[in-house]
């Protein structure tokens, strides 16, 4: 699960961990009137305002609206002009981003709208530097990440530079120890108040991240200012949902605009569903059969329209409920059902697709296959409903017969 | 011969609800060595089972089955009671890390986590805690492990199992099925499967099971059901390089998957640009694994290794 910059923030905050002041805007109004208490607190002239959603490369992200404006633009009128000039300018800003549509490398050319703002003081930076806190699956442990190369993607950094990353190995039992930090300072080239901050600000974010039940936590850039604070400029924080439990507050910061309507939908029914641009919609038990069933449509000439893993004990009723979120689908041009029946019931699958057909109704083409437990009476339920239903032998030759009949 | 399981194999069950008594129930049929379960709630009760054998199972059984097993409040008095050397794990999520050090705790050799949805934070802390055990986690989110017609652990149908000579290991519950079953019907049969689980933390790995697998005099061959996210397939296949005497075949789930996006199982995902399933595929053809093109194939890609 996702949340927006400014939620991160508050959350760091909260926690001991360094951020630039900031407040969170949904009307030009309250952009507006979030300039002057900014201004006057941190005696910086400069304002930042800041689009949230929930992608990266927002910095270099344009609005389709406005496409000379960026979706994190700095506001230098303050210097010269005061606040007053300042407030004008944001308010020019926000009239323009709020309701617009932000595309970034990570939106996908559709982009996203943007309906609130985070407008933040501005900071004198003196360096820009990267760190995060993720899972290293082969260790089993959290790993500290740090590079001087802050404010690019880290990914490119891991490529071509891969000795600039300083990685400390995060024990469970302990949290991340005081010399790990040192070397971790020292290794960044950080010197006096600065390299006190930084040990300060890494502890502090290692144990926010064990707390919070993080699943990635990427400060970039974390910069230095020139009088030697050490500060999250940006934050980006995704948590572990089968975490959430333990975590309301932060189960209520989810945004469902920045989700997909039938994702949520499906999250509603306890199924796991992904949206994908394809014409062949799915129905499968299992995440990884589901997964192979998208590659085998694939591979034999067709596109898979979503990802659909009803579960393992899945009943009729929630067969139904993942019949209606395909078929509501208007690019979904045919119906591939794949079912290995194992603790799930062959027959309670053909329950289930009967049920759904005759409350939705069927317009698009249905192959059926199904192995597994009580095989011959889901078969035999499917063969006497009267559907218009093709039955597969195996998977491939579903997937075939699907992408034959959507031709 | 097999690996993991068998006829020696006692099994205790933890978490006596629902799912953990209908699991029990299928695992009786089956024929396998039921002895306990913890359950603290329930403790000092006895759970009766009775029914149809599942005749998939081990041969000449009788053709129901009757058994009363004793309920415990921990793992410590379930495992002095009844010498338990094995453990299933149905216990929910947010206790179910506790469940497995707790088995630790008690010297259960083997714990199976059949538990899907384990928060991250906690299996990074079981595993720290069984570091320095001599105990083997399977799991967690995993279907089990089954050797056929002698000892059945997990939720897996019986009845698509039938003895034979191939190891299969899997992150994926229902691909193991669908090659089981494949297995089955081409004649091949199965020495042992194993589910490893679709975790990023998790017990047992490909390569632990395929040193497992290369070491049984049964076993012919492998089969390896691998998917998106993480590098565990890649380190299997540098493994199986340098290592393996055995023909080895394969299947990768996800070469459609898109980058970012958590394909049901909370460890396929591909993030930063790691995981891919063409990177996978690559790193085991590389090390002379027979790779099928899709999961229809998957027997035909384990005749093939076999020559």
């Known amino acids: 699960m996702k949340i927006h910059e400014y939620q991160a923030k508050q959350l760091m905050k909260a926690r001991g961990i360094a951020v630039p002041s900031g407040r969170v805007a949904t009307t030009v109004a309250q952009a507006v009137a979030a300039v002057r208490p900014l201004i006057e607190d941190s005696g910086n002239p400069v304002v930042v305002v800041k689009s949230q959603i929930h992608a990266g490369g927002r910095g270099k992200g344009r609005f389709k609206e406005h496409p000379d404006l960026g979706g994190v633009t700095v506001v230098l009128a303050g210097i010269d002009g005061g606040v007053g000039a300042a407030e004008e300018a944001v308010k020019e800003l926000a009239e323009k981003m709020i309701g617009s549509t932000l595309v970034t490398i990570q939106t996908g050319p559709e982009g996203k709208q943007v309906n609130r703002l985070y407008i933040e003081q501005g900071v004198d930076i003196e360096t820009e530097l990267y760190l995060s806190v993720v899972l290293d699956r082969a260790l089993s442990r959290n790993v500290l990440m740090v590079s001087t190369e802050g404010g690019t993607e880290i990914e490119e950094v891991a490529e071509h530079t891969p000795e600039k990353i300083l990685k400390a190995t995060i024990d469970p039992a302990i949290g991340l120890a005081n010399f790990q930090a040192a070397d971790l300072a020292y290794g960044l080239g950080l010197e006096g108040t600065a390299f006190k901050n930084a040990v300060g600000f890494m502890k502090a974010l290692t144990a926010a991240a064990a707390e919070l039940d993080t699943d990635l936590l990427e400060i970039n850039p974390l910069v230095v200012t020139k009088d030697g604070n050490v500060m999250a400029l940006d934050g980006k924080m995704s948590f572990d949902s089968n975490a959430m439990f333990r975590h309301p507050h932060i189960a209520e910061m989810r945004d469902d605009s920045e989700e997909d309507p039938a994702e949520l939908e499906a999250s509603e029914h306890d199924l796991s569903f992904i949206k994908l641009d394809g014409t062949i919609g799915c129905m499968v038990n299992g995440a990884g059969l589901a997964m192979s069933t998208m590659d085998i449509i694939k591979y034999v000439g067709g596109e898979p329209a979503n990802f659909l893993d009803v579960g393992g004990g899945a009943t009729a009723d929630k067969v139904t409920a993942a019949f209606k979120i395909i078929t509501k689908d208007p690019a979904v041009k045919g119906i591939f059902v794949n079912i290995f029946g194992g603790i799930m019931k062959c027959d309670t699958i053909a329950n289930g697709v009967v049920q759904a057909v005759k409350d939705v109704g069927l317009q698009v083409p249905l192959v059926v296959r199904l192995e597994g437990t009580n095989v011959e009476l889901g078969k035999q339920i499917i063969d006497e409903s009267g559907l218009n239903v093709v039955s597969a032998s195996d998977m491939k030759d579903g997937a075939q017969k699907i992408v034959e009949l959507t031709k | ?307």
């Open chain 2, 1 to 307: 011969m097999s690996v993991l399981v068998d006829t020696n194999t006692r099994v205790l069950v933890q978490g006596m609800g629902k799912t953990g008594r209908f699991h029990t129930d299928t695992a009786l049929a089956y024929g396998t060595n039921m002895v306990g379960a913890v359950h603290p709630s329930k403790a000092g009760t006895v759970e009766h089972f009775e029914g149809e054998t599942d005749h998939s199972g081990v041969q000449g059984r009788a053709d129901t089955y009757s058994a009363d097993l004793p309920i415990f409040r921990s793992v410590a008095e379930a495992a002095d009671a009844t010498q338990a050397n094995a453990s299933v794990i149905y216990v929910p999520p947010p206790f179910a890390a506790d469940a497995i050090m707790e088995a630790a705790a008690a010297g259960i050799e083997l714990i199976i986590c059949i538990t899907e949805g384990i928060p991250v934070a906690d299996m990074v802390i079981a595993k720290r805690y069984l570091e320095d055990k001599d105990v083997r986690l399977v799991g967690p989110n995993c279907p089990g492990v089954i050797t056929p017609q002698q000892c059945k652990i997990g939720i897996m149908p019986g009845y698509i199992h039938q003895p034979g000579k191939i190891g299969v290991v899997s992150r994926s519950g229902t691909l193991t099925y669908e090659a089981v079953f494949q297995l089955t019907n081409n004649g091949l049969g199965q020495t042992t499967a194993i589910g490893i689980g679709g975790d990023p933390v998790n017990g047992t790995n490909f390569v632990d099971c395929l040193k497992l697998f290369n070491e049984d005099p049964a076993t012919e061959g492998v089969i390896m059901i691998g998917e998106i996210g993480g590098t565990a397939e890649e380190e299997a296949a540098e493994w199986i390089a340098a290592n393996m005497t055995k023909p080895v075949a394969g299947f990768i789930a996800g070469t459609t998957a898109p980058p970012g996006k958590r394909m049901g199982h909370a460890g396929a995902i591909i993030s930063g640009g790691k995981g891919t399933a063409s990177d996978k595929i690559a790193a085991l053809n590389a090390a002379g694994v027979v790779v099928a093109p899709t999961p229809t194939d998957m027997g035909t890609a384990m005749l093939e290794a076999l020559g």
